[in-house]
């Protein structure tokens, strides 16, 4: 997520309890009252989405479309349902709706989790990674295990968006390493949102770093290491599960890997304004030694611009696989039911003119990952960072300003 700014729910009465699900005082005063939260989320797209053309998107009779259905949800999560139902068709991944409890959620910084993460390969869900403190974590799942359905659903091919409720029980089924079927009952836990960054060291003294999020904490992190690792021979920085976030902390982190203020790109809106952009006005970290990125289809948004710079600068080699192609600057805004809507508000464009929307950052070295590397937990895009530190670390190196 590329974040300009960021408005919390209006109708959310308390910070320290979840929103509870409304009550209306018959189905004709739920119809309607739905409808008119439909219909503002129809309207604010309709008035600020960055592309005047919908991304080829029949706008102008979503509302008409979706109004009965909107109408008829039972509850708040099956209303938001047909609400980002409406706003897929615009294709665009900085615009979506967030229920009054995932708001709730996001201000706590916590989110309920069974504790899976899924990764797409070879046209199937393999679990990558189990998170920590989940009842994944406790539970006879393994990483390398393909996932199958939820509560009896086959999982989509395409996009992944579960609104768990914490307490709440969910049956997941898989196939094994052996390709047996396993049903497991997985109940989700409210989990931080906040993953720790890493660091590791090889002996040989390179650094790996890993940070998941732009952000101010995120950001003076990486900043206290690149200093305590100024001299380090090479650094691996791993964006892989990076999804983007402040264009300020974009900036900043760009600071820290070259020697002056250099350009990155520009934000256009949907009137053909362009803002042109540089990394920050204070004095960076200025990290001038070899560099590799980790790069994959987790990496977005504000992680793909840190990409871009990197590879229109010839500043670092990319390593992995071509990340999300989701680049788009966008905003919140409260809805009249303590929901949120995230708008796509300005296009991106980047330092050679090109759009990475829909498109990516294309690595310097494709790895190739496999389902047998996931089940022996081995990291093939480390493994190619390694063997190009190798061969170029003593190499002297400049970036191209």
């Known amino acids: ?104 959620e996001d201000y706590r910084a916590e989110r309920a989790f069974v504790g899976l993460n899924l990764e797409r390969l070879n046209g199937r869900w393999v679990v990558s990674d189990l998170r920590p403190g989940s009842a994944a974590e406790g539970s006879v799942v393994e990483p390398g295990w393909i996932a199958v359905s939820r509560n009896g659903e086959p999982l989509p091919e395409d996009w992944l968006d579960f609104e768990s409720q914490p307490g709440t029980a969910y049956t997941w089924e898989f196939l094994d390493a052996n390709d047996k079927k396993r049903v497991v009952t997985l109940e989700a836990r409210l989990l931080p949102d906040w993953m720790p960054p890493e660091e590791r060291h090889s002996l040989e003294g390179w650094v790996y770093l890993r940070f998941d999020e732009f952000d101010v904490q995120y950001h003076k992190w990486l900043r206290e290491r690149l200093k305590a690792h100024r001299e380090a021979p090479g650094i691996v920085l791993d964006l892989r599960n990076n999804g983007g976030g402040a264009v300020s902390s974009l900036a900043s982190v760009i600071n820290d890997f070259f020697p002056t203020r250099v350009p990155y790109g520009a934000f256009v809106s949907r009137h053909g304004k362009r803002d042109e952009e540089k990394s920050a006005w204070f004095e960076g970290v200025g990290y001038a030694g070899p560099l590799v990125v980790l790069i994959g289809g987790g990496s977005a948004s504000s992680a793909e611009i840190l990409a871009h710079v990197f590879k229109h600068y010839e500043r670092a080699t990319l390593v992995g696989r071509p990340t999300a192609g989701v680049v788009v600057a966008s905003r919140f805004f409260p809805l009249r039911d303590g929901g949120e809507l995230q708008i796509g508000l300005h296009d991106f464009e980047t330092l050679d003119g090109s759009r990475l929307e829909g498109q990516g950052v294309q690595p310097d070295v494709l790895v190739e990952r496999t389902l047998d590397d996931v089940r022996e937990g081995h990291d093939a895009d480390l493994a190619a960072a390694v063997k190009w530190l190798r061969a170029n670390a003593t190499h002297a190196h400049t970036a191209r300003l």
Not at 10 to 36: L, N
Not at 83 to 103: F, S, W, Y
């Open 1 to 104: 997520m590329i974040a300009l700014a960021l408005g919390l729910g209006g109708c959310m009465t308390s910070r320290t309890t979840p929103p509870v699900e409304p009550v209306f005082a018959s189905a004709s005063a739920r119809a309607e009252d739905q409808t008119a939260t439909l219909e503002q989320v129809w309207r604010l797209v309709n008035k600020r989405f960055y592309d005047r053309n919908f991304n080829g998107a029949e706008w102008a009779t979503a509302l008409v479309r979706y109004r009965d259905r909107a109408a008829r949800a039972p509850n708040q999560e099956a209303l938001y349902e047909v609400i980002n139902e409406m706003l897929d068709e615009l294709g665009d991944g900085h615009t979506g709706a967030l229920t009054p409890r995932q708001v709730w």
